[in-house]
């Protein structure tokens, strides 16, 4: 959260004043945003945010939390709301030919449950929705270093697609 929250500032400190089109994909609670309207609301005026999940939970809650703050923080930021599958957003925008549609992409946790071949075929089809210049970022949890995963797999049957550096940088 930490880490995403702060990248936001920097990309947006840089842009003088444009807005900033991003999509948050399988986006929870987007804490991030959440933080980011708390200690800088007038950087997260510069947002036109959309949230893309496949569960409605995740997606009232993500709004009601960031509408909350918008009203408290007399926030501008923009806020749409995507209930589908990743797969299905990226067929129905091919579809639609929505195309270069965001600066920036973001992505942390659905990847620890895609196959390689699953997660170059939403890579590929997230890089045709960014802008020129747009950035994709991408996290999935780590083989290199990952002490919980004994536990995880053995107590909570909680399986996950770990991949190394190399793997995330192919």
Not at 45 to 72: G, M, P
Not at 93 to 104: E, L, P, Y
């Amino acid at each position: 959260t930490k880490y995403l929250k702060n990248f936001l500032k920097r990309v947006i400190s840089k842009r003088n004043g444009s807005n900033l089109d991003i999509l948050s994909v399988a986006c929870g609670p987007v804490m991030e945003i959440q933080e980011l309207i708390k200690e800088d609301t007038a950087q997260s005026n510069a947002i036109n945010l959309t949230l893309l999940d496949r569960e409605i939970l995740a997606l009232n809650y993500a709004l009601n939390s960031i509408y909350e703050l918008k009203v408290k923080h007399v926030s501008l930021l923009e806020l749409n709301c995507v209930q589908s599958s990743i797969q299905d957003f990226l067929v129905r925008s091919v579809k639609k030919n929505k195309k270069k549609a965001f600066d920036i992409i973001y992505s942390f946790g659905l990847f620890d449950y895609f196959d390689e071949t699953i997660a170059r075929f939403v890579i590929r089809g997230l890089f045709k929705m960014l802008k020129p210049d747009g950035i994709l970022l991408i996290a999935n949890v780590s083989m290199d270093n990952n002490k919980y995963r004994s536990f995880l797999e053995f107590s909570m049957e909680w399986y996950l697609v770990y991949r190394s550096v190399d793997d995330m940088s192919r």
